[in-house]
């Protein structure tokens, strides 16, 4: 069961996971043609550590596929992971058994879960929309970070208008578990500072992709999916300025 305060559980993710089918994403190299401003993004964020040999701990890692694109992008980064899905953790460990990384992989919730490493960077991707204080997760990514570390996080973006009317008609169960309110760049800097972080900064980018997760199998829905699919690999030719960020990110360090 979810927790107070939680829109998901670990049993939600591990039905997620078994439906939609994890492993290695073998295609990463082709989808970061039609994904490279998500790549920048990810790449700011990693740089943010300040050394190619950095320690990196993602918060709700499952299943693998963010920890097999930062290996990609910066494959010198040293990589763990904590999910509190134990499914999604032994698939995400397995992913980076195949490339050859040690399986750094923890079961567990991020309030509770004690590990006996600090880390360089703490950073999720998509996580704490999923609970109704996302402060209170922020200040669990600083739990593990070392003094002076940083704390870097992404949440998707389903308030910009034509996400949010397509989104409310085909993916009204997915809005469902996600905390719309973080969702701009004023709120996000302001969980982050509540949580205790210094020098925060925000931004958006990632281009004008759609957020696909449709669980309704009608004509219509089929081919809204069909065309979001297009539109993505096409978004990349959208100037920024005649767009929506599909991501915003925030960054900041931890002192003391």
């Given at each position: 069961?979810?927790?107070?305060?939680?829109?998901?559980s670990?049993?939600?993710?591990?039905?997620?996971?078994?439906?939609?089918?994890?492993?290695?994403?073998?295609?990463?190299p082709?989808?970061?043609i039609s994904?490279?401003?998500?790549?920048?993004?990810?790449?700011?964020?990693?740089?943010?550590?300040?050394?190619?040999?950095?320690?990196?701990?993602?918060?709700?890692c499952?299943?693998?596929s963010?920890?097999?694109?930062?290996?990609?992008?910066?494959?010198?980064?040293?990589?763990?992971?904590?999910?509190?899905?134990?499914?999604?953790?032994?698939?995400?460990?397995?992913i980076?058994g195949?490339?050859?990384?040690?399986?750094n992989?923890?079961?567990?919730?991020?309030?509770?879960?004690?590990?006996?490493?600090?880390?360089?960077?703490?950073?999720?991707?998509?996580?704490?929309?999923?609970?109704?204080?996302?402060?209170?997760?922020?200040?669990?990514?600083?739990?593990?970070?070392r003094?002076g570390g940083?704390?870097?996080?992404?949440v998707?973006?389903?308030?910009?208008?034509?996400?949010?009317?397509?989104?409310?008609?085909?993916c009204?169960?997915?809005?469902?578990?996600?905390?719309?309110?973080?969702?701009?760049?004023?709120?996000?800097?302001?969980?982050?500072?509540?949580?205790?972080?210094?020098?925060?900064?925000?931004?958006g980018?990632?281009?004008?992709?759609?957020?696909?997760?449709?669980?309704?199998?009608?004509?219509?829905?089929?081919?809204?999916?069909?065309?979001?699919?297009?539109?993505?690999a096409?978004?990349?030719?959208v100037?920024?300025?005649?767009?929506?960020?599909s991501?915003l990110?925030?960054?900041?360090?931890?002192?003391?």
């Open positions: 069961m979810a927790a107070t305060g939680d829109l998901t670990a049993n939600y993710w591990e039905k997620e996971w078994a439906a939609t089918g994890v492993g290695r994403d073998r295609l990463a082709l989808r970061a994904q490279w401003k998500f790549d920048r993004m990810i790449c700011q964020m990693l740089d943010e550590a300040h050394s190619a040999r950095a320690e990196v701990l993602e918060l709700g499952a299943p693998g963010m920890l097999q694109r930062i290996h990609r992008l910066r494959p010198q980064l040293r990589l763990s992971g904590i999910d509190y899905a134990e499914e999604g953790a032994k698939t995400t460990a397995a980076l195949s490339l050859g990384l040690p399986k992989v923890h079961v567990g919730d991020v309030r509770t879960l004690d590990l006996p490493t600090k880390f360089d960077l703490v950073t999720s991707f998509g996580l704490i929309e999923h609970f109704d204080d996302p402060a209170e997760i922020i200040r669990c990514h600083g739990r593990f970070c003094p940083t704390v870097a996080i992404t998707p973006n389903f308030t910009s208008p034509v996400v949010k009317f397509f989104s409310s008609r085909f009204a169960d997915n809005l469902a578990i996600h905390n719309l309110q973080i969702m701009n760049l004023s709120a996000l800097k302001a969980a982050m500072e509540a949580a205790g972080l210094q020098d925060v900064r925000v931004g980018d990632g281009g004008t992709q759609m957020h696909l997760v449709i669980s309704r199998q009608d004509i219509l829905s089929r081919a809204f999916a069909t065309a979001g699919r297009v539109w993505n096409g978004a990349v030719l100037p920024p300025q005649l767009g929506w960020n991501y990110w925030a960054i900041g360090k931890k002192v003391g």
